[in-house]
Antibody, heavy 123, light 107 residues
Framework: QVQLVESGGGVVQPGGSLRLSCAASGFTFSSYGMHWVRQAPGKGLEWVAFIRYDGSNKYYADSVKGRFTISRDNSKNTLYLQMNSLRAEDTAVYYC????????????????WGQGTLVTVSS | SYELTQPLSVSVALGQTARITCGGNNIGSKNVHWYQQKPGQAPVLVIYRDSNRPSGIPERFSGSNSGNTATLTISRAQAGDEADYYCQVWDSSTDVVFGGGTKLTVL
């Protein structure tokens, strides 16, 4: 079955950097777009970024544009999120999620989601 | 930017019907998707493209979308349906948008 496992979360100081990974299995990773979505403690879901199945197009939320970079390695079935210039408001559980469209150009809906990894930005 | 508005909370008596709304400008022209999130768990897709149920989701879950409001309907509500529910769309100008979420309480 489809499985998404995030890793790389932890505690980082404001202004610091962190790279999240999402290991995918159970489907043809290179055929599907992928997302990162975050959820601050006690808050709702916030979409962060999307990457096309082949990595050729990337879309970002305004709140992370210029600071975060989404990427993928289809040979390793792994999705990444490089987070730089981190702020306290970036503290959240970060989920990776598979887009439903096969060879889609744009985001659609998400299924399934990983279990998430917690990022805490604090001094 | 495109915004989706959901009520903060909805209550329903056990066995009755719950309706959770998601408001947005001309949302009826967009595809709306719904997710269920239980405490400490990742979200799970319960409705896609307005009214379609993924395999494994009970028939008690249904959806509709018209005008400025999309609605998730949960019939014969059970205690296990207590969760947060989020609507989601994709808009070409603002990319992916989630509603603020609705906490469903089954009394």
């Amino acid at each position: 079955q489809v499985q998404l496992v995030e890793s790389g979360g932890g505690v980082v100081q404001p202004g610091g950097s962190l790279r999240l990974s999402c290991a995918a299995s159970g489907f043809t990773f290179s055929s599907y777009g992928m997302h990162w979505v975050r959820q601050a403690p006690g808050k709702g879901l916030e979409w962060v970024a999307f990457i096309r199945y082949d990595g050729s197009n990337k879309y970002y939320a305004d709140s992370v544009k210029g600071r975060f970079t989404i990427s993928r390695d289809n040979s390793k079935n792994t999705l990444y999120l490089q987070m730089n210039s981190l702020r306290a408001e970036d503290t959240a559980v970060y989920y990776c999620a598979k887009d439903v469209q096969n060879y889609g150009d744009y985001p659609d809906w998400f299924d399934p989601w990983g279990q998430g990894t917690l990022v805490t930005v604090s001094s | 930017s495109y915004e989706l508005t959901q009520p903060l909370s909805v209550s329903v008596a056990l066995g009755q019907t719950a309706r959770i709304t998601c408001g947005g400008n001309n949302i009826g022209s967009k595809n709306v998707h719904w997710y269920q999130q239980k405490p400490g768990q990742a979200p799970v897709l319960v409705i896609y493209r307005d009214s379609n149920r993924p395999s494994g989701i009970p028939e008690r879950f249904s959806g509709s979308n018209s005008g400025n409001t999309a609605t998730l309907t949960i019939s014969r509500a059970q205690a296990g349906d207590e969760a947060d529910y989020y609507c989601q769309v994709w808009d070409s100008s603002t990319d992916v948008v989630f509603g603020g979420g609705t906490k469903l309480t089954v009394l």
